[in-house]
Nanobody
Framework: VQLQASGGGLVQAGGSLRLSCAAS????????VGWFRQAPGKEREFVAV????????YYADSVKERFTISRDNARSAVYLQMNSLKPEDTAVYYC????????????????????WGQGTQVTVSS
């Protein structure tokens, strides 16, 4: 699976962005997809994940109630809608895929993911 993250940019605090993760290659619908982020000088951290079926999602506490992950398997895409953005959300955001079919589970550990996209920069100004 090849992953391409896009949609990052510069936004003011309180604003919104929608990230997209486009996939090609293997059967995308067999994969759980997660979003991770890495801020300057910090380790990469988990943000959100969605199961292959879309029936299960999970969020980091820091983004819960502000971010929403969704997917469109017909378009081989996963989205991350980010609202009420804060300066601390500034980071490079990566999408990643883990083969989980037929188990409709979410995967939290980045070590479990098989494929990674190249990242998209999100900058939130105060």
């Amino acid at each position: 699976v090849q992953l391409q993250a896009s949609g990052g940019g510069l936004v003011q605090a309180g604003g919104s962005l929608r990230l997209s993760c486009a996939a090609s290659g293997r059967t995308f619908s067999d994969y759980a997809v997660g979003w991770f982020r890495q801020a300057p000088g910090k380790e990469r951290e988990f943000v959100a994940v969605i199961s292959w079926s879309g029936s299960s999602t999970y969020y980091a506490d820091s983004v819960k109630e502000r971010f929403t992950i969704s997917r469109d398997n017909a378009r081989s895409a996963v989205y991350l809608q980010m609202n009420s953005l804060k300066p601390e959300d500034t980071a490079v955001y990566y999408c990643a895929a883990d083969y989980t079919f037929p188990r409709s589970i979410v995967v939290l550990s980045e070590g479990e993911y098989d494929y990674w996209g190249q990242g998209t920069q999100v900058t939130v100004s105060s």
